[in-house]
C-alpha cells in the first residue's frame, strides 16, 4: 500500500472521502461526523495538512486517515511524539470488507516506527460495537471510557511490538517452516502432511515448483490477522496467501468451528493455490481456484458441504458459476456457500472428465466450448446432474 501525504493539490480528494463515509453512515443512521466539518477549510482549522494521507493500492485510492503526533483532545496527558494517534479512518465503498482496514492500520504503524514511535492510539464512540470489534481485532487493547467534548468515547492503544519474530526455523525438502516454541509439537504433523501431499498434487495439477515454499504459523489469531493483513478478518479465517509465502494459523490453536486437521490441512489448500497461480494467475475466477484448493486438500467438513448442496438442491437456490466468482472479495464468496459449491464443481471437473481438462481449464477459464466441447451453461447443467446423483 502506498501512502501519500495530502497537500493543496489533492486536499479536495481527501475531502471527498471523508465527505461520501459519513453519507453512507448517515444513510445507515450512524452518523459519526458532521459533513459540515469535513471541507478542506474546516479540516485545515483542526488538523495539520502533513497528518492527512491517502492511501492507494495499484493506483487506485482506497481510503484515507490523519495520523498525529499529539492530540490536545483526547489524549491532552501524553507529550507530543510519545505515540501516533489515529483519526478520520475511512474506506471507500468499493473497498469495505476486503482487508482494507488492517493494511491501512499497518501502515500508520510503520510511520509510527519510522518516527521512532512504539505505540498507535485512537478514540472510538462507546456505542459502535462493530467499529470497537474492528480495533480490537487489530490489536488495540482498551485504554478508558472517557466523556469529552460531549461525546462518549472508549480510548485505545496498540504498543508496536518489534520483538514479535517466528523465531524457529525447520526445512524439508519442499518447504521452509517458520514458528514458535508454542507450536513445536505440531511441526512434524505440519511437515509430514505438506510432504505427502506435494507430489500428489504438483502431478495432478502437471505443474512443478523449482523453489522451497516458505510456510508461517502464527499461534496467536490476532497475530494471523495481522500477518495476512487482515485485522478485521472474520473468526473463521484459517489461513492464507502472503507475499511469497503460506501464512496458516496453529494447528494448536484452530479458530472457532475448526480443528486440529481443519487447520493442518489448510496448508495443503494454500499450497494448492500457489500451484494454480503458477498456471495462471491472471484471470482465473474465485470458485475455480478455491474448488480446485478445496478439493485437493480436503480441509473442510465432508457433512457441512453435503448439508448446504442437500439445502440448494431442495430449495432451488443452486448458485451459477459467475455468482460464485467474486473476485477478491472472500466475505461475499463465503456467505453465497462459496466453498461447499466450488468443491463440489471441482469435483465433478475432475470425476467427469479428468486432471488434462482441469489443467486447460485453469489456463483458459472462459474457453468451455474449446475444452468440453458445449458451452459453460451446459456445463453447469452436467454439474446439477452430478450433485443430484451423487449429493442427494
Known sequence: MEIINVDKSNIEVFSKVLTEAEKWL?????????????????????????EMKLCYD????????????????????????ECGILHKLAIRREYSKMGYGGKIIESAEELCKK??????????????????????????????????????????????????????RKEIKHFIINHTEEDMPCIEKVSKVLEDNYNRITTNLNQQ????????????????????????????????????KIIIASPLNPPPSSDFNNVLNTAVHEFVHIIV???NNNNIPRWLNEGIACYEAKDND?????????????????PVF??????????????????QYSYTIAEFIIKEYGYNKLYNLIKAPDDFTGIFGIKEKQIENRWIEYIRKNYK
Request: with cysteine.
Open 58 to 81: 495499484n493506483g487506485n485510492l482506497i481510503g484515507v486517515y490523519i495520523l498525529q503526533w499529539y492530540d490536545p483532545l483526547f489524549w491532552k496527558e501524553l507529550k507530543k511524539y
Open 209 to 244: 515448483i523449482d523453489e522451497k515454499v516458505i510456510i508461517e504459523i502464527h499461534h496467536d489469531m490476532k497475530r494471523l490477522h495481522s500477518a495476512l493483513g487482515l485485522s478485521d478478518a472474520p473468526d473463521w479465517i484459517r489461513g492464507g496467501l502472503g507475499k511469497g
Open 302 to 318: 465432508q457433512n457441512w458441504i453435503r448439508r448446504t448442496v442437500k439445502n440448494g438442491l431442495m430449495n432451488n437456490t443452486l
Open 26 to 50: 448517515e444513510s445507515i443512521g450512524q452518523t459519526m461526523w458532521k459533513i459540515e466539518n469535513l471541507t478542506p477549510y474546516e479540516l485545515l482549522k483542526k488538523y495539520d495538512i502533513n
Open 322 to 339: 459467475k455468482e460464485l466468482d467474486t473476485g477478491e472479495d472472500f466475505y461475499m464468496f463465503f456467505k453465497r456457500d462459496g466453498y
Open 277 to 279: 497461480n503458477k498456471i
Open 115 to 168: 518516527q521512532g514511535v512504539n505505540s498507535l492510539r485512537l478514540n472510538c464512540g462507546t456505542f459502535r460495537p462493530r467499529l470497537r470489534k474492528f480495533y480490537e481485532y487489530a490489536g488495540f487493547k482498551m485504554v478508558d471510557r472517557v466523556f469529552i467534548d460531549n461525546r462518549d468515547q472508549v480510548r485505545y492503544t496498540k504498543t508496536l511490538d518489534e520483538d514479535y519474530k517466528l523465531n524457529l
